[in-house]
């Protein structure tokens, strides 16, 4: 069973929205911060950039280049988070990871298959 699963990426224009789910079935993605990180298609390696975090009622954080546009939120009854993305760019284009920040900086770190959003101007 796959431990955490990304969907909802599509092919969409400029200025569009989409919405991102992302389903965690072990106790430490539920008990911690999940968030969210895209791996551009220029990134070297398997860099992926954080997007944003949450962590129960706390105020999300939010990287500076989806401030505004981008909104994470969480359903812990489902063991689910989302990311809402609004006026998006094609710099948004990449493949979307959830993952929580308390691991993802583990070089053996597990990560989903993640789910490609590619944004046309």
């Known amino acids: 069973q796959a431990q955490l699963v990304e969907s909802g990426g599509d092919s969409v224009q400029a200025g569009e929205s989409l919405t991102l789910s992302c389903v965690y079935s072990?106790?430490?993605?539920?008990?911690?911060?999940m968030g969210w990180y895209r791996r551009a298609p220029q990134a070297p390696g398997r860099q992926r950039d954080f997007?944003?975090?949450?962590?129960?009622?706390?105020?999300?954080t939010y990287a500076e280049s989806i401030k505004g546009r981008f909104t994470i939120s969480r359903d812990n009854t489902k063991h689910a988070i989302y990311l809402h993305m609004t006026n998006l760019k094609p710099e948004d284009t990449g493949v979307y990871y959830c993952?929580?920040?308390?691991?993802?900086?583990?070089?053996?770190?597990?990560w989903g298959q993640g789910t490609q959003v590619t944004v046309s101007s």
């Open positions: 993952n929580s920040p308390v691991l993802v900086d583990d070089a053996n770190a597990y």
């Open positions: 072990t106790p430490i993605y539920k008990m911690n911060a």
């Open positions: 997007l944003a975090s949450i962590l129960g009622n706390l105020r999300p």
